[in-house]
């Protein structure tokens, strides 16, 4: 299987965190590879860069999207968790979350630059 999107990991991602436990990049990382039924091939394709994986660095990229949405939070170096937030959004019944669910959201909007004031 192809790695997915960023994008598609929002989901499976906010779920997994949903038990309010802090997580690591990596606790996430293997999570979404088991959900995603990634091969050892999968996990070890690299970008050409060669300075990191492409499916970490997709991982990467949602947990930074989903930080700006403030639906997670950064509790330390590479630790997070769910937020309040983060969790009415799981509790929507969203079949996806991916940016255009996380603009309903102030900060992420300025992120993206969609806000009026950015």
Do not use: C
Request: zero cysteines; hydrophobic letters at 40%; charged letters at 20%.
């Amino acid at each position: 299987m192809p790695i997915p999107p960023f994008q598609d990991m929002f989901l499976p991602f906010l779920q997994y965190t949903a038990d309010g436990q802090i997580h690591s990049t990596q606790d996430v990382a293997e999570h979404l590879a088991t959900h995603f039924k990634l091969t050892p091939a999968d996990l070890a394709e690299g970008l050409p860069s060669g300075r990191q994986t492409k499916f970490y660095n997709r991982v990467a990229w949602a947990k930074s999207f989903l930080g700006k949405a403030l639906v997670i939070e950064h509790t330390a170096r590479n630790r997070f968790q769910i937020t309040t937030r983060g969790r009415d959004l799981l509790a929507a019944g969203h079949s996806r979350i991916d940016n255009r669910t996380l603009s309903q959201f102030p900060e992420f909007q300025v992120f993206r630059g969609l806000h009026e004031d950015a």
